[in-house]
């Protein structure tokens, strides 16, 4: 998977020694608790380890899982992924590609989503990806807000993805930033 920079951040794939920063990002309720219908905090270095495998298998040319860093300090702030999005059961057509990230408490409110994933989504725009959706848990104001800053439209709720009710954004990446 390759590695995508901004201003301030390096997106970079996942590797088995950010385990321990994985473990802490993940084992907070704070962090996790929009993170779909069976949201749970991560409890151990192994469910960690095993976590980062299933994010390094998703070896594709536009869609990733990246581990999101400072890239002054190398310290890791949080998670920016772009992948297709699971339809609910009973929903048919189209699979279309998924935007979303969380950040460790200690980086939040400091534009790291709104960066890493504009990044995310230029570079996805360069090699073919014409349009992008986020789904977001109707009460999480803060990735709404980061949503309303990438330029994505808010299409209200929907029940299509995740077996859950969102918040549906959804964004064209044909036109130009």
């Known amino acids: 998977m390759r590695t995508i920079t901004s201003a301030r951040l390096t997106l970079r794939p996942w590797a088995d020694d950010d385990a321990g920063f994985l473990l802490d990002l993940e084992s907070r309720w704070e962090t996790v608790r929009f993170l779909g219908p069976q949201a749970r905090q991560m409890t151990s270095r192994d469910e960690a380890l095993a976590s980062i495998a299933r994010r390094r298998a998703l070896d594709h040319p536009v869609h990733g899982i990246w581990a999101v860093a400072n890239t002054e300090t190398g310290a890791l ?47 996805a725009g360069r090699r073919g990806l014409t349009s992008v959706i986020a789904v977001t848990d109707p009460r999480n104001e803060a990735s709404q807000r980061v949503c309303v800053r990438l330029g994505m439209e808010d299409r209200g709720l929907t029940e299509d993805y995740y077996d859950e009710t969102n918040v549906l954004f959804v964004r064209s990446l044909t036109a130009a930033w």
């Open 77 to 123: 702030l949080g998670n920016l992924l772009l992948k297709p999005t699971p339809l609910s059961r009973g929903v048919t057509g189209d699979t279309p590609v998924e935007i979303g990230w969380h950040l460790h408490p200690d980086a939040q409110g400091r534009g790291y989503a709104t960066e890493a994933a504009a990044a995310v989504l230029v570079d």
